[in-house]
C-alpha cells in the first residue's frame, strides 16, 4: 500500500474524510510479455549486414551469447580469458539523462558470471 493510501486511511480513521479515495481506482491490468526471437536465418543476415563494421563484435556477443547492450559496453580485457575459453561478465554500463539531456555514464557490478566455450 502506498504512503498517500495509508495516509487517506488514517484520515479516515480520525473523520477527516468519508472515504478513501484510492480504495476505487481502478488499476491498468498486467500485460503479458511476450519476447520476439530472431530466427536463425534472420541472426546470419544481421550478422552479414554488420560485417566489417565497428558494431559486428557487439553483434556477436548479443546474437551468440545473449548479453545485453550494457554488459557488452562493461567488458573490458581482463574479462576475457582465451587460455580457458571463459568470458566474464563483472562490469555494465547504463545511461542516466539529468534534466538537462546530458548523458552520464555509470558502472555497476552486477553478479559475476562466465560464458565457457566463448570461442
Request: aromatic share 10%.
Amino acid at each position: 500500500m502506498s504512503n498517500i493510501s495509508k495516509a487517506l486511511d488514517f484520515a479516515v480513521k480520525r473523520k477527516m474524510i468519508p472515504a478513501n479515495p484510492c480504495r476505487y481506482i481502478d488499476y491498468p491490468k498486467d500485460v503479458k510479455y511476450v519476447g520476439r526471437f530472431l530466427t536463425v536465418s534472420q541472426i546470419e543476415k544481421l550478422l552479414q549486414a554488420v560485417r566489417g563494421t565497428r558494431v559486428e563484435t557487439a553483434f556477436i556477443l548479443a546474437s551468440h551469447y545473449g548479453l545485453r547492450r550494457g554488459e557488452i559496453l562493461g567488458l573490458q580485457w581482463n574479462d576475457v580469458d582465451l587460455e580457458n575459453d571463459v568470458l566474464w561478465i563483472r562490469n555494465t554500463r547504463i545511461r542516466i539523462f539529468n534534466q538537462h539531456r546530458k548523458v552520464y555514464e555509470k558502472r555497476r557490478k552486477p553478479p559475476c558470471h562466465a560464458i565457457d566455450g566463448m570461442c
